[in-house]
């Protein structure tokens, strides 16, 4: 079973940058993307960005277009969030998931294994 584990989540004041990481073991067989979902309190998990493994077709949220890149290096097998231009809406347990199946890549139901989570706090 795929494991991931996301990290680099943390404390941010308006306009700064992070960059999440989530390294998956066994990732090179079996996944066709990766993505990025994140839960604000109170709300449902959201589709923020994903990217094909194979070919690194991606797509963004609008809300998130321009200001975060996905990205993935298939040596480390580990898939890359990183976000500039924060703003206190951006605050969210932020998750990795990854879909063994094709998907369309905003789609929630689309992914069937999850990270536990990373907390990314804008403070404004």
């Known amino acids: 079973q795929v494991q991931l584990l996301e990290s680099g989540g943390g404390l941010v004041q308006a306009g700064g940058c992070l960059r999440l990481?989530?390294?998956?073991?066994?990732?090179?067989?079996?996944?066709?993307?990766m993505g990025w979902f994140r839960q604000a309190p109170g709300k449902d998990r959201e589709f923020v960005a994903g990217?094909?493994?194979?070919?690194?077709?991606?797509a963004y949220s609008n809300s998130v277009k321009g200001r975060f890149t996905i990205s993935k290096d298939s040596v480390k097998n580990t898939v890359y969030l990183q976000m500039n231009s924060l703003k206190p809406e951006d605050t969210a347990v932020y998750y990795c998931?990854?879909?063994?199946?094709?998907?369309?890549?905003?789609?929630?139901?689309?992914?069937?294994?999850w990270g536990q989570g990373t907390q990314v706090t804008v403070s404004s």
């Open positions: 998931g990854a879909a063994r199946s094709t998907t369309l890549l905003h789609l929630l139901e689309g992914y069937d294994t």
């Open positions: 990217i094909t493994w194979h070919y690194g077709s991606t």
């Open positions: 990481s989530c390294p998956a073991s066994e990732l090179a067989f079996g996944i066709y993307a």
